[in-house]
């Protein structure tokens, strides 16, 4: 049973689209679609099991420098899909929020993220927050910045593009970084690893890992 110490919020990178693509003789653009299919599916299933919150890592402020037409692919597709699936946005009964930089996108990309946003903003319960060219090392530049000097720990949370501290994270396709994501963040956070794909990481897989944090002793420096 997960009826009780359920993580509030829980972050995933999304790693392995590629190499899930290749394994079975695909193009690395079908890996990212079906990934992209794959997160409403997680996001579902992290709403079910009481999660409040979910942060996932689908673009970084480094992964410009990936090939010009995966590039190209990941900036027009996500508009396509809305387009193509306006009434099922519609239908969500959870908010989605966007984190990270916003003057890279295109404009129509930019209108598809705002229309989302603003169209499940009443929403209550739980929360989908896409990091979509978001770095930490910017975040905390730019949360710094923002700021008046001298500076306190609470002063830089209030300018931080996710203000939650993350309790799980979990990193898809067997790496074992951060890759520069929610670095403030998860600080205290407990850490899963798994070697699946995120395009195959299912409800069955995010049970596997709630299961091993509530076996986790987080002490958060003190003692128990």
């Not at 079906?34 to 997680?42: A, P, S, T, Y």
């Not at 996710?162 to 956070?189: C, H, M």
Request: hydrophobic share 35%; proline share 3%.
């Amino acid at each position: 049973m997960i009826d009780k110490n359920i993580p509030t919020h829980v972050a995933i990178i999304l790693d392995g689209n590629g190499r899930w693509a290749k394994k079975y003789g695909q193009p690395r653009s079908f890996g990212h679609y079906q990934g992209g299919r794959n997160l409403f599916r997680v996001a579902q299933a992290a709403k079910k099991f009481g999660i409040k919150k979910l942060t996932v890592y689908a673009f970084s402020t480094e992964n410009w420098k990936r090939p010009e037409d995966e590039v190209n692919y990941l900036m027009t597709k996500p508009i396509e899909l809305f387009h193509e699936n306006r009434n099922r946005i519609e239908e969500l009964d959870y908010k989605v929020t966007f984190a990270g930089r916003r003057d890279r996108f295109s404009k129509a990309l930019l209108e598809v993220m705002e229309t989302i946003e603003k169209e499940t903003k009443d929403n209550e319960g739980f929360e989908l927050t896409i990091a979509a060219d978001y770095g930490s090392y910017d975040e905390l530049v730019t949360a710094v910045n923002q700021c008046k000097h001298p500076i306190c720990k609470e002063d830089i949370e209030k300018h931080l593009m996710v203000k939650e501290p993350v309790d799980l994270l979990i990193r898809t396709s067997g790496e074992q970084r951060l890759s520069n994501f929610l670095l403030w963040q998860v600080s205290y956070a407990e850490f899963y690893f798994t070697k699946v794909h995120w395009p195959a990481f299912s409800e069955k897989q995010l049970l596997k890992a709630i299961k091993s944090y509530q076996k986790r002793h987080r002490r958060f420096g003190g003692l128990k």
